[in-house]
């Protein structure tokens, strides 16, 4: 190294000395500084138009709490407030994808059906450019309704007394309005103030989810850590940086239930934690987590309010060690599709057989029962399948980017598992899948956790209203997802939307 740094040394005298070799060294830098030039020219072109907002959307009004059907009263304090926040990015053509994030158990399909009409009126966005996901907090507000098969509108909670059921159906709409204002004007506001800014994808991992499928006899599960069965540690993290390369916004992923907590008082759970800390560590900068295929996963330990701070603060610390981890920086290209994927139910139950399980001891099995066969009354039929929505976003497009696979329900961590190991193998470039989003409607099994049965396999449909789900969905339901995911992406690589 010294050897040729002499020699060198010595070259670049002798040709001071020569004329001619002066002027041409003279072309040289001006090369150099139009080569630096193209270059800064390149590295502008590699920037996004971007932006990121928050704002409380903790309920102002007595409200049921989410998440556990035990709950018997509504909330009565709260311990931490709830957000929502947006992501604006807008590619070199000005086409945007906007990414809403909520502290709350679930997305409902009307929310998502609303606030899409509006985005669209109000900013010509495509829906298939909007994705938005919850953090499947269990200590926050009910926010489903459903239209009972009697006509009237109840309260999704069959706990609530029916005398407290329209006062309840009212303040839950009431809510559910004001957030829709809410995020329709953020979404509007961040927009306005978007600027030039820099994308990229790292990650890191984190270990505190465990698989909560726990085998007891055959066909049987209960709810405990499962050290044994299938995690995602993964930590995905989408950096967005402004000019100057200060950071401005995180988005987080994790493949994890928000149910540390299941008291009385209203907060975000671990991932609300995870979110608060690493804000305060970062002043100006909006953190926002994106739930992964956590439908089997749940944090451990559990119960008491510091496991759900030391969680937030394990996340917020792995996020940080995700900034420090090699970066791919995404180009501002994008491609958006989103296909709302009809699964189909097994065979409906019989008239007959659900007279027998309305008298079971269980009392939620009893409700379900009776429930269907007021539906039955009603319609004398069932609905065959439900439209579960697949939404595939990319970002970037050097060396196949990242793709943001986005899947409605309460996705089973074997979703994330298989899509990155077929991404790796058919080297389609970086993938990132999340739950929860656009619509969750129950759970989505992989066909394993089907075949095994339990709560996440279909018995977890007893507690939904707001759909009908008259049996388990066919085995073939990861098949059909997964075959979609590829079929979507495939087409963002070969057509621009
Ligand atoms: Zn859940």
Redesign the pocket.
């Known amino acids: 190294m010294r050897e040729r740094r002499k020699i060198r040394d010595r070259l670049s005298i002798r040709s001071m000395k020569n004329s001619l070799i002066r002027r041409l060294f003279l072309l040289g830098v001006m090369l150099g500084i139009s080569l630096l030039l193209i270059t800064l020219h390149a590295e502008e072109a590699r920037l996004w138009n971007g932006n990121a907002g928050t704002v409380e959307i903790t309920p102002g009004e007595s409200m049921w709490m989410a998440g556990y059907a035990a709950r018997k009263r509504p909330y009565e304090s709260v311990l931490e407030p709830l957000f929502a926040k947006v992501l604006y990015l807008e590619d070199s053509d000005q086409d945007p994808i906007v990414v809403v994030t909520l502290d709350w158990i679930g997305v409902p399909r009307s929310f998502r059906n609303h606030l899409e009409e509006k985005l669209a009126e109000r900013l010509d966005l495509s829906p298939h450019r909007l994705l938005l996901n919850a953090s499947?907090t269990h200590s926050g507000p009910m926010v489903r309704v459903y239209e009972a098969p009697d006509g009237t509108m109840k309260p999704a909670y069959s706990n609530i007394p029916d005398e407290e059921a329209e006062e309840r159906v009212e303040s839950t709409l009431r809510y559910v309005d004001s957030v829709l204002e809410k995020i329709e004007l953020l979404v509007s506001e961040v927009r306005e103030g978007r600027k030039p800014v820099a994308v990229s994808f790292s990650k890191a991992r984190c270990g505190f989810a465990i698989n909560r499928r726990t085998p007891v006899g055959p066909g049987k599960w209960k709810n405990a850590p499962n050290p044994e069965a299938p995690v995602d540690h993964e930590v995905p993290v989408l950096q967005v940086r402004d000019e100057q390369g200060d950071l401005l916004a995180v988005l987080f992923g994790y493949a994890c239930?928000a149910t540390v907590l299941s008291g009385m008082e209203i907060n975000g759970d671990w991932p609300g934690f995870a979110q608060k800390y690493f804000e305060e560590d970062h002043p100006g900068v909006i953190a926002m987590f994106l739930n992964g295929c956590s439908?089997d996963q749940n944090p451990y330990p559990r119960r008491m309010l510091n496991y759900a701070q030391r969680h937030g603060r394990a996340m917020a610390t792995a996020v940080e060690a995700a900034l420090e981890t090699p970066a791919q920086i995404l180009s501002p290209r994008s491609g958006a599709a989103l296909h709302w994927e009809p699964i189909r139910y097994q065979e409906p139950p019989t008239p007959e057989s659900l007279k027998q399980r309305s008298q079971s001891s269980n009392r939620y099995e009893a409700r379900y029962a009776a429930f269907l066969l007021e539906v039955w009354k009603k319609e004398k039929a069932f609905p065959e399948s439900y439209p579960v929505p697949v939404q595939v976003l990319r970002l970037g497009d050097e060396g196949g980017g990242l793709t943001l696979v986005a899947l409605g329900g309460?996705v089973v961590v074997d979703y994330s598992l298989r899509l990155k190991r077929e991404w790796q193998e058919q080297d389609k470039g970086t993938v990132w899948v999340a739950g929860y989003s656009n619509d969750v409607m129950t759970y989505i099994p992989s066909r394993r956790v089907l075949m095994e049965g339990g709560y996440e396999g279909g018995e977890a449909m007893r507690f939904v209203r707001s759909a009908v789900h008259p049996a388990p969905w066919v085995p073939e339901i990861e098949e059909q997802l997964v075959r979609r995911v590829h079929l979507l992406h495939d087409q963002l690589r070969t057509v621009e939307p």
């Open positions: 499947h239930h439908g309460e």
